[in-house]
């Protein structure tokens, strides 16, 4: 696979970086003086500093972790009020993004949910994928403060070769400065810059529910697409679905950790490998969710190569393509996102101008190991139409010219 089709993440060294020699390891240290200068030398414009310096990135942090250990997730959606009455308290708006997926709230702080609010929103995120919030403080916390917060909902997972606030590697940086004509460079050799995944698939334990917030953002572009990983999995006629049931991927972070490498930056902990179930169940809502994505899962287990990428690029085809079960999240100023990793992928869109700042800060709370609950014929949606295909009676509905 070529590098650029690795990690949409910023590349590291990007040389909006200098390369500080730091005793006898070396390290890339960011900043708004150092991306001005590296500008000034180039000839290119100055371009504002970033609004929040506390959060640029460091790669600078040569601490090995350890091999993660397994820990019991305790799932808080599962104890939340379905009628959100915590969650919603002074709520001014609760808007759908498209009837199946995503939400936008309005009117309340995130930072200020009690136990019982948090509760429900874990809930509420698996529910409908993808929570936009505006207006949000938690850009402007101590840091720490951001990452207590994100703590309530799983044990934070630390990145193994992304940048991260100095100091706080529990933070996943997303950030594009002055160069950003470098980062586009993936376009000289890809047709667009999609690159759906759900996050981090190859720890045993992956994220659940996650937060990404915004610290400077384009005038435009730079948008975040999401896919409703159950609702594709609904799509899918019940014979379909019967035959994914049952069957594994194996999940690798090889190629993320080899990538970052050979571009001479960290690796914070070995790469491993997971077998994952193809369809997944959430813990809260009882859903079943296609499980699968380009970047990380490699191929499914006892199949042949071929048949194995088959069916594969048929589900990833299925997922990029239906648009009816995508939303699009526009970023503003202090706006967060809630998302539920665990039954939706996700693509950052890489066209903005050149020049322009993008920079966000994740949150990766980890999940319980996914499991997989059994094909369930009483629950077939869509068996009517099935049947009414099988016996001739349903045509295929035109749309459009
Ligand atoms: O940059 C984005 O919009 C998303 C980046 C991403 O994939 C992530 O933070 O997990
Ligand atoms: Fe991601």
Redesign the pocket.
């Known amino acids: 696979m070529a590098p650029g089709l690795v990690d949409?993440?910023p590349a590291a060294p990007a040389s909006d970086f200098v390369r500080a020699s730091v005793g006898p390891k070396e390290a890339f240290i960011g900043g708004p003086q150092v991306f001005n200068k590296v500008a000034e030398e180039q000839g290119t414009e100055k371009q504002p500093p970033a609004t929040h310096p506390n959060y640029l990135p460091v790669w600078d942090d040569a601490t090995k972790y350890a091999p993660l250990e397994p820990f019991t997730h305790y799932e808080h959606g599962k104890d939340a009020d379905p009628k959100f009455p915590d969650l919603f308290r002074g709520a001014t708006s609760v808007t759908e993004l498209i009837p199946s997926t995503g939400s936008e709230v309005r009117g309340i702080q995130l930072s200020a949910l009690t136990t019982e609010g948090k509760d429900q929103l874990a809930l509420f995120t698996a529910q409908r994928k993808v929570l936009v919030f505006r207006d949000q403080d938690l850009a402007d916390l101590p840091i720490q403060e951001a990452l207590d917060f994100g703590s309530y909902f799983g044990r934070l997972h630390i990145h193994p070769t992304s940048g991260a606030p100095k100091g706080y590697p529990e933070v996943?940086l997303?950030h594009r400065g002055a160069d950003d004509n470098k980062a586009m460079e993936l376009l000289k050799t890809r047709t667009n810059s999609v690159t759906w995944h759900s996050?981090v698939t190859y720890e045993n334990q992956p994220p659940g529910t996650s937060f990404?917030y915004v610290l400077d953002v384009p005038t435009a572009g730079g948008d975040?697409l999401f896919a409703n990983q159950v609702e594709a999995y609904n799509r899918l006629s019940p014979e379909f679905q019967r035959r994914l049931h049952g069957l594994k991927a194996l999940h690798s972070g090889h190629e993320q950790a080899q990538n970052s490498k050979s571009r001479g930056s960290i690796v914070r902990r070995e790469p491993v490998t997971s077998i994952h179930p193809l369809i997944r169940t959430h813990p809260a809502t009882g859903e079943k969710a296609l499980y699968v994505n380009p970047q990380f899962t490699r191929h499914i287990i006892g199949y042949k190569q071929e048949e194995s990428d088959f069916l594969l690029k048929f589900l990833y085809d299925h997922i990029a393509l239906s648009q009816d079960l995508q939303v699009r999240v526009k970023w503003a100023p202090r706006t967060v996102v809630v998302w539920d990793n665990r039954v939706t992928a996700?693509s950052?869109t890489l066209d903005w101008a050149n020049g322009q700042r993008r920079h966000?800060a994740?949150i990766t709370p980890q999940a319980e190991r996914p499991t997989e609950t059994p094909f369930d014929a009483d629950q077939e949606k869509g068996s009517e139409s099935t049947e009414n295909l099988a016996n001739g009676k349903n045509g295929v509905a035109t749309q459009g010219g």
């Open positions: 949409p993440r996943h997303v996050d990404l975040t996700h950052a966000l994740r």
